[in-house]
């Protein structure tokens, strides 16, 4: 059995900073891609950046030069630097891992229970 456990989520001013992680808990070999998603009130839920195990990464257009993903292999953790950051980015934010291989299986589409972004004018 694996598990997403995300952390760093809260509120702060537009223009501010936040710094996601999601470490992976499990007897885990290792984790596919990585990433991480948002959803706001009323929208549907969208990927913001996800990363490979070489470290190939892709972004969200609107995040593009504000946020950072970066992994620890070693950690089985993915963290989200999130900079100078506006109203629009208020949702919130879930971890995703497509593949986890394990001694006992693969697990397939993992998610964290999300936390909550919130940015003030």
């Known amino acids: 059995q694996v598990q997403l456990v995300e952390s760093g989520g809260g509120l702060v001013q537009a223009g501010g900073s936040l710094r996601l992680s999601c470490a992976a808990a499990?007897?885990?070999?290792?984790?596919?891609?990585m990433g991480w998603y948002r959803q706001a009130p009323g929208k549907q839920r969208e990927l913001v950046a996800d990363?490979?195990?070489?470290?190939?990464?892709n972004y969200l257009d609107s995040v593009k030069g504000r946020f950072t993903i970066s992994r620890d292999n070693a950690k089985n953790t993915v963290y989200l630097q999130m900079n100078n950051l506006k109203p629009e980015d208020t949702a919130v934010y879930y971890c995703?891992?497509?593949?986890?291989?394990?001694?006992?299986?693969?697990?397939?589409?993992?998610w964290g229970q999300g936390t909550q972004v919130t940015v003030s004018s």
């Open positions: 995703n891992a497509d593949k986890i291989y394990t001694r006992e299986g693969t697990y397939n589409d993992n």
């Open positions: 499990g007897r885990i070999l290792h984790i596919n891609v």
């Open positions: 990363i490979t195990g070489f470290g190939s990464t």
